[in-house]
């Protein structure tokens, strides 16, 4: 598989943007004709900038408004034609893409268009130019492959192809199968984006959203094994025009296309057995059976000021590392890990983001497959050195620079509790509070590195994301996606913060980055376990009482269920799976809280209706800008 990336895609001057794109794995560039032009040194020396990267010109693009052309406009355009021949030339490259004409002032005709490109191709023989044609989906005559193809086609040049781009296709909706008709040696280069499905104008959409396959909604992968059954085995460039990736960093951007590339071909190759695809191999997305732990780095204090929290949701203490100043935290099949080591990744952890969720125990169906799978898309492997008798955790690092650890039944691993862990018992028997197990776990991050992470997620494990909400917290927007898997054993929720005057925003900034900002636990009775907290000493988050009144006139409910709500600060929610009850801490340190919900019927979703009133009850409870830290 080579793999190329178009210039326009990733932010920041030639320089930066090559390093990057090399640094990535990439094998080659598409060169921008304007990033060339902004460029200020020679075509040659722009060629051997790309060489010395060690990467290569896969393509030059674009050349516009070029077929069916009247005259005068028909010589000028092979003049113009004839110049960027001789530039590829010092750029050393030697396929140019053409994409079709939007001009006004072309006549249309296939033929005419066919003897444009045939002439073209003539021309382009004598410098040792290939022609690639595309049809923009805005085309003004020609907007669809099959017409581009068919225009090739009667061309009838050795040097004149078809390129295929999975955009203009799917976005137009035409079904990718017609590419299946196609000789895969007639096509001469293969761009891929993805798009979320949003209804806008076409030229817009392509311009400013679109983005890495896997990251939105097109059908890429259909696109893609349509593809592949024609035979073609070049190039396979990401061309994505997004608003925020030129915004971005080059660098993450460049690692998420490359793993977009792989992620796609892996899948490909999956589906479609019968066809030789040439990616590394590496074993399927993962099964994510449940998460095992959630470990916190902290000093002893705040250890203190979390256990005390911990015991009044009705965890008991219940083990301590043979080797570390690290403590279990236990209650139903929940496991708390509370690291106060002065060493290590934890405490490097908390020096860094003060008091965090500085790692995530995932059970999988095979912990070493998981970290192999996660190498193959590019993602750090974790390794620390362990005590002797200890067990050497599988782990990688995850996007925002916490840890994911690998727990599976296949091995040692199962009994990580019995042999890392000394059990204890010292805290009051029986204050359990009904919390089960983790429902989900949610992650706060930059708006802009929200498909950073969704990708990451799930080309790694077996999950879907769902589509994204809009969240309105009263200074600003947040948005919401969810990676889950169909089990639900595996559900995490990101929140992509757009200003640091949002919740999520102030919880960025304050803690340099952490992301983990809230816990959700479960439970099967959701105003049992409310009974058991107060009894604890739990202080719930407020909710306004005009949230009840609205509830009720939203709902109809049954016997004192309103009241019971209200009393409890219980949140809820209905659709016609089934019911949704949410309760709240309030924040603890700079944003973090947990959150205790019960799921009845099968009602998948994570109570979006309700963020905004949990927000600003949660905003109250804040210190308020500006203030000393309490
Ligand atoms: O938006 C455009 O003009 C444009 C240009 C070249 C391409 O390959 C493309 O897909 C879009
Ligand atoms: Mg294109």
Redesign the pocket.
């Given at each position: 598989m080579k793999t190329s990336i178009a210039t326009v895609s990733i932010s920041g001057d030639l320089a930066e943007k090559l390093a990057a794109i090399a640094a990535a794995g990439f094998d080659g560039v598409e060169i921008f004709e304007n990033d060339f032009l902004a460029f200020d040194g020679s075509p040659r020396e722009v060629g051997r900038m790309v060489r010395d990267h060690g990467l290569e010109i896969s393509l030059f693009?674009?050349f516009?408004d070029f077929e069916g052309m009247p005259e005068p406009q028909r010589s000028r355009a092979f003049e113009r034609a004839e110049r960027k021949f001789d530039l590829m030339g010092e750029l050393g490259t030697d396929l140019v893409?053409i994409?079709s004409n939007v001009s006004p002032l072309c006549l249309g005709g296939i033929d005419r268009a066919a003897a444009d490109f045939h002439e073209l191709g003539e021309r382009a023989a004598r410098h040792g130019i290939r022609i690639g044609y595309?049809a923009?989906a805005w085309g003004r005559h020609v907007n669809d492959h099959r017409d581009a193809w068919e225009i090739v086609r009667r061309a009838d040049q050795p040097n004149v192809g078809l390129?295929v781009?999975s955009?203009?296709t799917l976005a137009r909706r035409i079904d990718p199968d017609t590419i299946r008709s196609i000789p895969g040696d007639r096509i001469f280069f293969v761009?891929l984006a993805d798009a979320p499905k949003i209804d806008m104008d076409l030229?817009y959409w392509?311009?400013h959203f679109r983005n890495m396959p896997g990251e939105g909604d097109l059908d890429v992968t259909g696109f893609m094994r349509a593809v592949a059954a024609t035979g073609y085995d070049g190039v396979l460039s990401l061309?994505i025009?997004n608003d925020q990736f030129r915004g971005g960093s080059p660098k993450s951007i460049s690692v998420d296309g490359h793993r977009s590339l792989v992620y796609l071909m892996d899948k490909v190759r999956r589906l479609e057995p019968g066809i030789r695809i040439d990616v590394p191999p590496m074993p399927d997305r993962i099964d994510v059976e449940g998460i095992e732990f959630v470990e916190f780095a902290a000093d002893e204090e705040e250890a203190a000021t979390l256990a005390g929290m911990l015991t009044t949701l009705g965890f008991a203490r219940s083990g301590r590392h043979v080797a570390k100043d690290v403590e279990l935290w236990r209650q139903g099949a929940i496991n708390i890990i509370i690291n106060t080591e002065r060493e290590g990744f934890a405490h490097s952890s908390y020096v860094m983001h003060g008091t965090n969720v500085c790692d995530i125990g995932f059970r999988v169906s095979d912990a070493a497959a998981t970290v192999e799978r996660a190498r193959a898309l590019g993602a750090d492997p974790f390794e620390q050195p362990v005590g002797p008798g200890e067990l050497n955790i599988p782990a990688i690092r995850g996007v925002g620079g916490g840890l994911m650890h690998f727990i599976d039944s296949g091995s040692d691993l199962a009994r990580i509790w019995d042999i890392d862990f000394r059990p204890v018992q010292d805290g009051p028997a029986n204050r359990d509070t009904g919390l089960t197990r983790i429902d989900h776990i949610a992650q706060t991050m930059n708006y802009e590195e929200m498909l950073t992470w969704l990708l990451f997620y799930t080309s790694i494990f077996s999950t879907s994301k769902t589509p994204m909400v809009d969240v309105v917290d009263p200074a600003g927007l947040v948005r919401s996606q969810v990676i889950e898997n169909d089990a639900g054993s595996m559900r995490i929720t990101l929140n992509g913060a757009e200003s640091r005057r949002t919740l999520a925003g102030h919880f960025i900034a304050e803690s340099f980055g952490s992301a983990v900002q809230h816990i959700a636990f479960a439970t099967d009775d959701i105003f049992a376990t409310a009974e058991a907290l107060k009894a604890s000493g739990f202080v719930s988050l407020v909710i306004s009482a005009n949230y009840y009144d609205d509830l009720a006139a939203r709902f109809v409910f049954e016997d004192d269920m309103l009241a019971r709500l209200r009393e409890f600060n219980i949140l809820y929610d209905r659709d016609e799976q089934g019911e949704y009850f949410q309760l709240y801490s309030p924040n603890y340190g700079e944003g973090f809280f947990f959150e205790i919900v019960e799921r009845r019927g099968p009602y998948r979703g994570y109570g979006a209706a309700n963020a905004p009133f949990r927000i600003a009850a949660l905003k109250r409870h804040l210190r308020p800008p500006g203030l000393p830290k309490r």
């Open positions: 693009q674009p516009r893409l994409c595309e923009l390129i781009d955009f203009h761009q030229l392509s311009r061309e025009f």
